[in-house]
């Protein structure tokens, strides 16, 4: 059982208009059509870049299958695809805006700094746990250093190539070189239902989701 977040419930809607206690990760809440409905309408940069946004759930898919063309295996592929998943329960907190939050705070109380930096990996990892679980695949602590590192590789360039195709080159260049990623076509934005589409599929083609089929909402 995943320890509670928070001493008292901390609600938000379900898709359906219940709600779901976002102080207590559990795996029962986990449902893969529903991360890849949410993921497929939040968008990369905060919407910064011109033209369609480009949605987690591209960056996700787009990143898993890269690593299955470069030879990883579809257990690494599938600990990609889910990487950003409890975005679709907290949303997207942009690595700008936790920095910025952390730096004003620290301003006040380098103590109180550390404190929201912790929070905010507490969240996401009670989270990570209860989609792993869903997913039956191990928590992120179990996973190996070399799948850490793999995925971690291919988020950072992922990164540099989504930035490159969306922002242009020079903004690339503010990013640390890395090679490529071999994804299948360029980056170019999806639309919401496409990538919806897309991350359901890549969710069938692992065997680590083998014979899960989308569950009923809880009510």
């Known amino acids: 059982m995943i320890p509670r977040l928070t001493e008292y419930p901390v609600h938000a809607f379900r898709p359906i208009g219940t709600l779901v206690d976002l102080g207590a990760p559990d795996a029962a809440e986990i449902f893969f059509d529903q991360i890849a409905q949410g993921l497929s309408k939040i968008a990369r940069f905060n919407g910064k870049p011109p033209g369609p946004a480009y949605s987690v759930a591209q960056h996700s898919v787009m990143g898993a299958d890269a ?75 179990h996973w190996t250093n070399a799948r850490h590192a793999a995925v971690h590789d291919m988020d950072a360039r992922m990164l540099r190539a989504e930035v490159e195709a969306l922002f242009g080159p020079a903004a690339a260049r503010t990013l640390p070189p890395s090679n490529p990623p071999k994804t299948r076509g360029a980056i170019k934005p999806w639309p919401p239902m496409k990538a919806e589409e897309k991350f359901n599929d890549m969710c069938r083609l692992l065997p680590i989701f083998a014979g899960q089929q989308p569950r009923a909402a809880r009510v």
């Open 67 to 141: 690593l299955l063309n470069e030879g990883a295996d579809h257990f690494t592929a599938a600990l990609f695809l889910i990487h950003d998943a409890h975005e679709h329960l907290i949303g997207d907190w942009t690595r700008p805006a936790q920095q910025l939050i952390a730096a004003t705070i620290r301003a006040e109380s380098a103590e109180a700094a550390n404190h929201f930096m912790i929070a905010t990996a507490r969240i996401k990892d009670g989270w990570d746990r209860a989609i792993c679980h869903a997913a039956g695949l191990p928590p992120p602590e």
